[in-house]
Nanobody, 115 residues
Framework: QVQLVESGGGLVQAGGSLRLSCVVS????????MGWYRQAPGKQRELVAV???????NYVDSVRGRFTVSRDNAKNTVYLQMNSLKPEDAAVYYC?????????WGQGTQVTVSS
């Protein structure tokens, strides 16, 4: 079992920044990759950024160059630094873990971007 708890969402003006955090606990050694997803009202959930066990990262084109995914192994925490936020980035952001035996999700954190 893996438990994920996100934090860091909130209201920000367009052009601003937020940093989301995801604290991971449980069977951490079974995790192969961590991802950040988002879901806006009326839209499908989309993968925003992923970081593999080896540390390689990848991003959806719409956020590449503005968002950075990273992790602090000592704190069992994955981050999503979001810069130059746009109104279209507004969504509920979810942390997810792809682990041996299944996928796990956090509860989500709301990001609102005012224009």
């Amino acid at each position: 079992q893996v438990q994920l708890v996100e934090s860091g969402g909130g209201l920000v003006q367009a052009g601003g920044s937020l940093r989301l955090s995801c604290v991971v606990s449980g069977s951490i050694d079974r995790i192969n990759a961590m991802g950040w997803y988002r879901q806006a009202p009326g839209k499908q959930r989309e993968l925003v950024a992923v970081i593999s066990r080896g540390g390689s990262t990848n991003y959806v084109d719409s956020v590449r160059g503005r968002f950075t995914v990273s992790r602090d192994n000592a704190k069992n925490t994955v981050y999503l630094q979001m810069n130059s936020l746009k109104p279209e980035d507004a969504a509920v952001y979810y942390c997810a873990a792809a682990a041996e035996g299944g996928d796990y999700w956090g509860q989500g954190t709301q990001v609102t971007v005012s224009s």
